[in-house]
């Protein structure tokens, strides 16, 4: 499985961007999609998870009511909305894949190479 993200860019807070990761793999509906980032001089951190039999979905804290992690498995897509942003949502993105669905986990199957997201305050 290979993940290709795209869509970061420059906003200005309380804007709006569309991330979105495609996978090259043909078990990509088998695969519950994570969404992580990591900011200058911090840890990566889990974002957002959605499963791929139930699509449950889980987010951090940090982002819930304002990210919405989403997938279409027909375009082997995984889509990440993110509203109201915030300086502090500054970070690179990248998407992962895994077998399972474990929220807190950071061992992934696969990574993609990540989306800079820069929010100005």
């Known amino acids: 499985v290979q993940l290709q993200a795209s869509g970061g860019g420059l906003v200005q807070a309380g804007g709006s961007l569309r991330l979105s990761c495609a996978s090259s793999?043909?078990?990509?509906?088998?695969?519950?999609m994570y969404w992580f980032r990591q900011a200058p001089g911090k840890e990566r951190e889990f974002v957002a998870v959605?499963?791929?039999?139930?699509?449950?979905?889980y987010y951090a804290d940090s982002v819930k009511g304002r990210f919405t992690i989403s997938r279409d498995n027909a375009k082997n897509t995984v889509y990440l909305e993110m509203d109201s942003l915030k300086p502090q949502d500054t970070a690179i993105y990248y998407c992962?894949?895994?077998?399972?669905?474990?929220?807190?986990?950071?061992?992934?199957?696969?990574w993609g190479q990540g989306t800079q997201v820069t929010v100005s305050s």
């Open positions: 959605i499963g791929w039999r139930d699509r449950s979905t």
């Open positions: 992962a894949a895994d077998r399972t669905l474990r929220v807190g986990a950071n061992d992934m199957d696969y």
């Open positions: 793999g043909r078990t990509f509906s088998t695969y519950a």
